[in-house]
């Protein structure tokens, strides 16, 4: 990884902590809504933004979750698997607006894992969990999606993370 990669990526990484940590009693639970998942919308522009998201999502979990190995495992599980697909799936997508649908039906698909780590930690009724997280992640990821691509034409981040 060049050194303006692994730079960008960390400064990636620092704004998911940033904002989970602000907004960490609604960024974790049975009713979450956290709001740093609108970075996962860079894998759009650069799948070499899937280290600074993975990262983020890692370091957010270890400091500001209350179920810390559930969230290390399935919470950051869900981020790469969910980067990986999505990467895989857009690449021939010339849509922008399309990326961005995929994206956010991919994540909150996979939303399943934390309704499963919902219920071996709380025991959380399996489709309610499902329901709630769901929601709140296609939730951030619609209204994160126009944001994304508003900031994208003032930072430009396909140039950011490129050499």
Same mark, same amino acid.
Request: a positive charge; proline letters at 2%.
């Given at each position: 990884? @060049?050194?303006? $990669?692994?730079?960008? #990526?960390?400064?990636?990484?620092? *704004?998911?902590?940033? =904002?989970?940590?602000?907004?960490?009693?609604?960024?974790?639970?049975? *009713?979450?809504?956290? =709001?740093?998942?609108?970075? #996962?919308?860079? %894998?759009?522009?650069?799948?070499?933004? %899937?280290?600074?998201?993975?990262?983020?999502? !890692? %370091?957010?979990?270890?400091?500001? $979750?209350?179920?810390?190995? /559930?969230?290390? %495992?399935?919470?950051?599980?869900?981020? !790469?698997?969910? *980067?990986?697909?999505? $990467?895989? *799936?857009?690449?021939?997508?010339? #849509?922008?607006?399309? @990326?961005?649908?995929? #994206?956010?039906? =991919?994540?909150?698909?996979?939303?399943?894992?934390?309704?499963?780590?919902? /219920?071996? +930690? !709380?025991?959380?009724?399996?489709?309610?969990? /499902?329901?709630? =997280?769901?929601?709140?992640?296609?939730?951030?990821?619609?209204?994160? +999606?126009?944001?994304?691509? /508003?900031?994208?034409? @003032?930072?430009?981040?396909?140039?950011?993370?490129?050499?």
């Amino acid at each position: 990884m @060049k050194i303006k $990669s692994l730079v960008t #990526n960390a400064v990636v990484a620092a *704004l998911y902590v940033a =904002v989970t940590g602000i907004l960490a009693p609604i960024s974790f639970g049975v *009713l979450q809504f956290r =709001v740093a998942e609108i970075f #996962n919308h860079l %894998i759009i522009f650069n799948r070499k933004y %899937i280290f600074g998201i993975v990262s983020g999502v !890692f %370091i957010s979990n270890l400091f500001f $979750s209350t179920m810390v190995g /559930y969230d290390l %495992i399935f919470g950051v599980g869900h981020s !790469f698997l969910s *980067l990986l697909i999505v $990467s895989g *799936l857009i690449k021939k997508v010339p #849509n922008i607006w399309m @990326k961005f649908l995929i #994206n956010s039906l =991919v994540f909150t698909i996979l939303s399943s894992l934390i309704a499963w780590e919902l /219920y071996l +930690a !709380f025991s959380v009724p399996f489709w309610f969990g /499902y329901l709630t =997280v769901g929601i709140g992640e296609f939730g951030v990821m619609i209204v994160g +999606a126009p944001i994304m691509l /508003y900031v994208d034409k @003032k930072v430009h981040f396909n140039e950011r993370i490129e050499s």
